[in-house]
C-alpha cells in the first residue's frame, strides 16, 4: 500500500470515529420515554373530590371478563375502575361491573379490550363526553380539579407496564389519586408513580 492510500485510509477511520462518538452522545442523551408529567408542581391549593374507590381486584367483578375477552377486571380492568369513579363523582351512580357491561352493549372496547372513550357519551345518553389530553400539563389538571372535576390519568405501574388512576385532589405535597389497584387506601398520594403523568381524560357535562 502507498504513503498516500495509508494516508486516506487513516483520515477515513478517524472520521469514521468522529461520527461513531458523535452519535454515542447523541443516543446516550435523548430524554427518557418512561419519564412523565411530574406528580407535583402548578399551583398550590387545596382540594379533594368525594368519589367511591373501586379496586380491580373486588370480588363483585375482579373475574368479569373485560370488554368480552379473555382479559378480566381485575388484571386489565384500571380504565373501567378509574372511569366508573369519575362518572360517580359527578352524580352519574355506576359501578365498573355496570360501565362495563354498558360499554359491551354501545360496541365501547376494542378487540384488545382497550376502553373507546368516545363511547362513554352513548353509555351516558350523551351527558356525558370524554377530554382526550394527551400532552398533559399541571395546569391542565389545576384547572379540571378546581371545577370539582377529578382526572384520569395514564401512569406507569412499577415502572413497567401503563396504569390508569384517578386523580381526586391536590395538596402541598401533590396529586391526590384513587388507584384502582393500590392496597394503601382511598386518596392516596402518588409516591408510587414518580415516573410522571403520561396522558390525561376528563369528562366533560354536556
Known amino acids: 500500500m502507498s504513503k498516500t492510500s495509508l494516508w486516506r485510509l487513516l483520515i477515513l477511520l478517524a472520521i469514521l470515529s468522529v461520527v461513531i462518538t458523535l452519535n454515542i452522545v447523541k443516543y446516550s442523551s435523548t430524554p427518557d420515554t418512561k419519564t412523565g408529567l411530574s406528580t407535583t ?10 368519589t367511591p374507590l373501586y379496586r380491580q381486584h373486588d370480588d363483585l367483578w375482579a373475574t368479569t371478563s373485560l370488554g368480552g375477552t379473555d382479559d378480566t377486571i381485575s388484571s386489565h380492568g384500571c380504565t373501567v375502575c378509574s372511569t366508573a369513579m369519575s362518572l360517580s363523582a359527578h352524580g352519574y351512580k355506576i359501578t365498573p361491573l355496570e360501565l362495563n357491561n354498558e360499554l359491551i352493549s354501545h360496541q365501547g372496547f376494542t378487540e384488545n379490550a382497550l376502553l373507546i372513550w368516545s363511547a ?4 351516558t345518553d350523551g351527558k356525558f363526553s370524554v377530554i382526550v389530553e394527551d400532552s398533559p400539563s399541571h395546569e391542565d389538571i389545576d384547572q ?3 371545577l370539582g372535576n377529578p382526572v384520569i390519568a395514564k401512569v406507569l405501574y412499577k415502572n413497567v407496564i401503563f396504569h390508569w388512576v384517578l386523580i381526586t ?17 382511598s386518596n392516596i398520594d402518588m409516591s408510587d408513580y414518580e415516573s410522571g403523568i403520561f396522558t390525561i381524560r376528563f369528562l366533560k357535562v354536556n
Request: net charge negative; glycine share 14%.
Open 41 to 50: 408542581g402548578g399551583d398550590v391549593f387545596d382540594v379533594l373530590i368525594e
Open 120 to 123: 362513554i357519551s352513548s353509555v
Open 144 to 146: 379540571q380539579l378546581k
Open 169 to 185: 385532589g391536590k395538596n402541598s405535597e401533590g396529586y391526590i389519586i384513587q388507584d384502582p389497584l393500590s392496597k394503601r387506601g
